[in-house]
């Protein structure tokens, strides 16, 4: 009688749950189609017939190197959030809903152990996304709100621009099929390579939710609505990562003069700057490839501009500072710096075979 009586108590609660889990798919999906998916069906027929997705958004590469301004602060962050506002709003949504929708034991069943099983569904889980590193790091860090794996959640960020589907239709399109290769090469490697890694770091100490020791599940929490809690979730999110996402964009945007020099860099040197500079900055989704173009076009030799090609989309500054109370500071650099290292090996690479 009393499991009889359980059971049919469980029945409702499941449910509910499996009924939470569909609106979030739903949600993520509708946003995904609007502001992804159908876009980029229609890029990708104009890459295909164009060989070209536009213009690059760091304009034609300077012969000298300038001054920040002001002017250049504002002009590159109105170009840049008029490219990703849409995608950035939708990953914020996404990111405060995954906190309150899905459960925290459906979570951890999948992406929640410190194993490679967790980083490659992590990645995996990415490539339906195609959102640029800022636009994926507010889900990332909703991931790790639900203590998510270490592993999982950066598998899941870096997947995100790196193993873009889209991006590497564009690629072939409007460059070639060796930079395409070597994007998927690197890109492979490091979504689940610096993912295993992070995992291996934070083995056994992924618990960072006190809530879970105790066995609470805060997506089921009766205290409080749907949406009070929606909205408590989401004015966190906002104001941790919103201010600093701002103000980073527009830093950035006045030292580009400084990041992409074309004359009086070469070789070895040019390759390292822009390994290093194209991890700090920011781009929207699949923007490196006509950056690229632009820098192929004034002259400059294939390894700089294949570090470019994994650097640029994988990290930037605004993304790390967004993610910097989710992850701890180690693993963070240790992902800006293998992001580095790697960039610098696909531009060796780039200069051997393409």
Known sequence: MSEVSLGLNREPKNSKTVILVLIFLFIAAAGLMYVKWWPYYHKALTASGTHSIGKSILGIPASAIGSPSWNDAVQYAGKYFKSVWMAAVL??????????????RWLQRVLGKANFKS?????????????CTCCAAPIAAGLRRKNVSAGSALAFWLGNPLLNPATLIFMSFVLSWK??????????????????????????????????VKGQDVSMDPQGSFWVRWTKSLSVMLLQIVPAYLIAVLVLGALKVWFFPVAGVSGTVALILFAVAGALFVIPTAAEIPIIQSF???????????????????????????LSRSFPRRILLITLGSVIVAGILSGVAGALFI
């Not at 990953?91 to 995954?98: M, R, T, Y």
């Not at 980083?119 to 959102?131: E, N, R, V």
């Not at 192929?296 to 967004?322: D, H, K």
Request: charged residues 5%; proline residues 7%.
């Open 119 to 131: 980083t490659f569904y992590g990645g995996i889980a990415s490539l339906p996304g195609m959102m």
């Open 91 to 104: 990953g914020i949504i996404l990111g405060s809903l995954v906190q309150v929708l899905i459960p925290v």
């Open 179 to 212: 930079f395409t290769v070597l994007r998927i090469i690197f890109g492979v490697l490091l979504t689940f390579g610096v993912g295993y890694l992070a995992n291996r770091i934070m083995k056994g100490q992924e618990v960072t939710n006190p809530n879970l």
């Open 296 to 322: 192929l076009a004034a002259g400059m030799s294939t390894g700089p501009v294949a570090a470019l090609l994994l650097t640029l989309p994988a990290v930037s500054l605004p993304s790390l500072l967004m």
